[in-house]
């Protein structure tokens, strides 16, 4: 018997033919390579979403405490270089939604996380006095309608935005993207000349504004986007 021959009547025994043998380790030997070249993402980078996935995120979260409070909420897009604040005095206009007098030691501590994960100067301890930290990532942050953080089991409620363009998504001054609408008969969305918000809200009942956004200082992300109100999914209709 050849030696060939004898590979080949081995290797069948075992469940293997000489060839398929050859392609297994030729497999491996291609995925050990490509391994080589991967760097595996960091914990913060598999968390950020695109904007639909991102938005509808804020509004489980939103809809989750309006129903336990029995009051509505916000949901606010805060972009990418921005400061945002801890502060005596809340201000989500400028926004500072985190009030320096928080008491709680499990939402403190949540506090100065998404502070580490949001932004690039991040208190290591419960500030003395304000804070203000510019964001490295946009993101959406759920809020009652005074602009105050609220928490979901001691957790601040927010999504990152995954950023293409490492910069500011809009280029709106006051960041605001959000705009009130309709989809009319040709599923062509039609402004209620409005002007623009910085938020929206989610009501008790679970329904939201029905909002359009729109990100146009990123090719990736320059759609509309529409929220049902009802399902609370952003549907890109461009």
């Not at 069948?12 to 043998?21: D, F, I």
């Not at 995120?57 to 405490?65: L, T």
Request: hydrophobic share 35%.
């Amino acid at each position: 018997m050849s030696k060939l021959n004898y590979m080949r009547g081995k290797y069948s025994k075992n469940g293997l033919t000489l060839v398929e043998l050859l392609i297994v380790i030729m497999l491996l030997f291609i995925v050990g390579v490509a391994t080589l070249k991967l760097t595996f993402p960091k914990k913060g980078d598999l968390q950020k979403k695109g904007p639909p996935e991102a938005v509808e995120s804020a509004i489980r979260m939103a809809r989750k405490i309006a129903n336990r409070e029995a009051k509505p909420m916000r949901i606010w897009f805060v972009d990418q270089s921005v400061n945002i604040q801890i502060d005596e005095k809340l201000n989500p206009r400028l926004n500072t939604f985190f009030p320096l007098d928080e008491s709680n030691p499990n939402r403190k501590n949540s506090i100065l996380d998404f502070f580490e994960e949001t932004t690039t100067s991040p208190p290591q301890t419960w500030p003395k006095y304000s804070h203000s930290g510019l964001t490295n990532t946009p993101l959406f942050l759920v809020t009652d309608m005074d602009g105050k953080t609220v928490f979901d089991e001691d957790k601040v409620c927010y999504a990152i935005l995954r950023n293409p363009g490492k910069d500011q998504l809009t280029k709106h001054p006051d960041h605001a993207v959000f705009e009130e609408g309709y989809l009319d008969s040709s599923s062509k969305w039609k402004k209620e000349k409005t002007g623009l918000s910085q938020y929206f809200t989610v009501y008790p009942s679970g329904l939201c504004d029905y909002v359009g956004f729109n990100f146009e200082n990123c090719p990736e992300y320059n759609h509309d986007y529409v929220i049902d109100p009802i399902a609370g999914i952003a549907k890109q209709i461009n």
